[in-house]
Structure formats: C-alpha cells, structure tokens
C-alpha cells in the first residue's frame, strides 16, 4: 500500500476534535504517492488463520475447559457467562446503514450520531464467530457472515464535521477484522463473498486509519495532537485487517509506528518516560500519555494497547517486549492506581513526572494544551476486560514472577468476579464496561480465552 492523500481539506479548529469537509461523498483520491521505507523490517510472515487476537491455539485450548465443565474453572464460567451476552445469541439481526456518523453530523445528510449501530453489530459478528469456534455450532457462524455480508453491502462512508469518526473508524474497524478473522474458515462463507468484505474493509477503514496515523488528523496539527488511545485505536485497525489481508506492507506500517513513529501511538510517546522502581518494592512502573488526564482514558490505552500487542504477537512480533517490557511497567503503573483488590486502592500518591501535552507545539490551535502534574484521581477505578490478557502473557509467556506483573494480577483477580460471583471478565457490549460506547472500545473476553492459571 502507498500512502493515500485526502481529497478534502481539514480545517482543525477544534482542539482534539478537528473539522472536515468532504464533497459528494468522495473520502480519497489517490493523487501523489510515495513509499514507505521498510528497511530492516519483515518481508513475510507467517499467517495461521486465525491468528489476529485470537489464535487456533487459543481455541483449542479453551475448548478443552469448556469440555470439562468446571465451574471453579474461571475459563468455564467465562464461557457461560458470555453465552448470556446479548450479542452472542442467535438469531441476531443486523441494522446495516449507508452512512455512519460518530461526531458532528452537520453537512453529512445524518440528522445524528449513529455509530453505535456499527458498534453492536461488529461486537455481535465478533462474538458469533467466536461462539461458532468454540461449539461447532454452525448457526453462529452463519448469522455472523450475515452481519458482516449485510455491513459490506450497505455502508459507504463513515464520517462527521470532525475528527471523532477516526474513533469509530478505529474501534469497530479492528473489531469487524477480528470478526471475518475468525470467520475465515467457514465454508459458508464463500470466497466470493470474502473478496467484497476484504475490498469493503480496505477502502472504507484501512485506508482512513492509515490516513488519520499519517497526517495526526490535519495539517494543522502536532505529532502529538491526539491522545495514545486516538491513534492506538486505528492502529489496531489496521493491524487486524492486515492480518486479515495477509497485507505485508499495511503490517510493517502499524510495526514501524509502534516502534519509530512521531506520534502517540508510538511506544516512547504513549510512555513518555522511562520506568522507575516501585515505591513499595514491585517491579517497575511507568505513567503513560493520558495518566495525567483521566483514569477512563488511561485505562482504555491499557486495554487497547493489550489487544494489538497480541495481534502482533500471534503473527511473530514481540510489542509485549519492546524496550525492557516498558509496556507491563505502564500496565503496572495503572492497574496501581486503580485496583482494589479489598474493595479500597493500595494508595494515595503515585510516582509523577510533569507532563506538557501540546504546549508550545505546531498545532494552529494553542487553546487545548494542558500541563499534567500528578496522576488524575478522574474516573479513578475505571475497570476494563483487558487484565487477565495482559497478566497471562508475562506470566506464561515471558515466565516473569508474580512479584514482577504484581498489580496486573491483582487487577486480574478483581475482574473475574461479578459481586463475588465468578463470571470471567466480560468483553464488549458488557454492560459493566458501560451502556453506549465505552462499552464497545474493546473486544475484552480475556479470561475466557487467555486465563492459563495461577
């Protein structure tokens, strides 16, 4: 893939919002082009379908426990409890649209945002796919290609007067791949019908998450405009439709970003400094970009940054590990802050390093900047299904003590239980991840699928 340049101009006025005007519909043009350096970087890799999030070796394994039917096993009861989910029950039916609005819906022809439309119907496609992986039972695979056939036939455009559709564009875009990656070896589903799915994701996301991670939203604005979670999100987009696409280049993109990018997505901006020693004796810590501004956005980067180092791992590359594990000393550092594991936090003060977001940058816009001083007591407890993933890897996969991944497994413990009833930690569309959309920024389901043992 080359990069794609905007037809329209963006205007970016708003802050962390940013204004487009797109005519008639017409998002891109391919117009000038130029390519990407990947020197040093993979020429091939090597496709395991399915191997996004979950992988074949994920499935096998929890089919295993789920045939045993234990319920003191927390993978069991996790499937149980997910077989209760409303976007996992069959028959399900999809509410396709031809326009999707997440943001201003002036000048789109929208009367309002309805992303959430997409945002149910990716969590039910997903979620179907995976149910037919672990039962065998062909109707969920059916009605999950029905989804995602129905999306692919309608939908045109995904948009807004700003730059909140990049948000839509990010979180269902990864979760849609997941969903035809687990799809991708049901004979239902024919080629035919996969092809048209793998155009419709290439033109109407991929091509906007790449343009949104190349142009940080606008010429108006800085490399670091927009917080971690903005570019993580569509970074993971791209990542799972890649793997998707067995798209080698889109791959080392979402690679060469993470590792060497300019903006927040990029492992030494998301964790703008280095790891200090825990002032109570575990492991290491390390704030992040957004843990200054509120514990709801902290943890979302957590749970996304989760999802796509796993997506890399499971096609060969190691994000998890990436400078001396910085990313388990951001997780530590969060789930610090915001697990209580007896029903209060462990502590009031946590090791701060002042944090300027955009002040005295590029950006046109100098009204949005902020300094950050301390962690944000904001949103404080924020728990997302992100944990027992995260806790999983290091433990299991890296071979780190417990004193070394300390807080991840506390935080783990706490997201199994539902009001001391052991339910697993849930995932999207989870109504203790909230009612609208931040019950739909992750695919969660992590206990069930990633939970290996204490």
């Known amino acids: ?56 070796t994920d499935i096998g394994r929890v089919k295993e426990r789920i045939a045993a039917e234990s319920s003191s096993d927390p ?43 997409v945002s149910r119907d990716a969590a039910a496609a997903f979620q179907l796919a995976l149910r037919w992986n672990l039962t065998g039972e062909e109707k969920y695979a059916r009605n999950a290609a029905e989804i995602l056939d129905a999306w692919a036939r309608k939908l045109k455009m995904v948009t807004a007067n700003d730059n909140n559709q990049y948000l839509c564009l990010g979180f269902q875009g990864y979760t849609l791949a997941n969903a035809a990656e687990l799809l991708g070896k049901y004979p239902g589903w024919t080629s035919a019908s996969q092809q048209k799915f793998k155009s419709w994701l290439r033109t109407v996301w991929l091509e906007r998450n790449r343009w949104f991670i ?32 067995e798209d080698i280049e889109t791959i080392n993109f979402v690679y060469k970003t993470f590792r060497e990018g300019q903006g927040s997505g990029c492992i030494s901006n998301m964790i703008p400094y280095n790891p200090v020693e825990d002032p109570d004796g575990h492991g290491k810590l390390a704030q992040s970009m957004e843990s200054g501004r509120d514990q709801g956005h902290a943890t979302l980067v957590i749970s996304l940054c989760a999802e796509l180092c796993q997506m890399a791992w499971n096609i060969g590359l190691d994000f998890w590990g ?40 590029s950006c046109s816009n100098q009204n949005h900047g902020s300094i950050h001083q301390s962690v944000s007591p904001s949103g404080r407890g924020k728990e997302r299904p992100c944990w027992d993933l995260i806790y999983s890897h290091y433990k299991y996969e890296k ?45 969660g389901w992590g206990t069930m699928m990633f939970y290996k043992g204490e």
């Open 1 to 56: 893939m080359k990069k794609t340049l905007l037809s329209a101009i963006i205007l970016c006025a708003l802050g962390c919002s940013g204004s487009e005007n797109i005519p008639g519909g017409e998002y891109f043009n391919p117009g000038k082009t130029e390519e990407e350096d990947y020197s040093g970087y993979p020429t091939s890799y090597e496709f395991n379908h399915p191997c996004a999030l979950i992988s074949s």
């Open 75 to 117: 993978v069991y009861s996790a499937f149980c409890h997910f077989c209760e989910n409303v976007y996992a029950q069959y028959p399900y039916k999809a509410n396709p649209q031809e326009i999707i609005v997440r943001g201003d819906p002036k000048g789109t022809g929208v009367s309002g945002e309805n992303y959430i439309t």
């Open 214 to 245: 190349e142009n940080h939203g606008g010429s108006n604005n800085c490399p670091l405009h927009y917080w971690s979670n903005w570019e993580l999100c569509n970074l993971a987009s791209m990542l799972a439709i890649g793997i998707y696409l």
């Open 322 to 361: 990436m400078d001396d594990n910085k990313v388990l000393a951001m997780c530590e550092y969060t789930a610090k802050y915001n697990v209580r594991p007896s029903g209060s936090y462990l502590t009031g003060a946590m090791p701060f390093t002042e944090y300027a977001y955009c002040s005295g940058c």
């Open 399 to 443: 071979h780190l003590t417990d004193d070394e991944v300390y807080y991840v497994r506390l935080f783990a413990r706490q997201l199994r239980y539902v009001d001391g009833v052991l339910t697993g930690d849930g995932g999207s569309g989870d109504p203790r991840y909230g009612s609208s959309s931040g019950a739909f920024d992750q695919i």
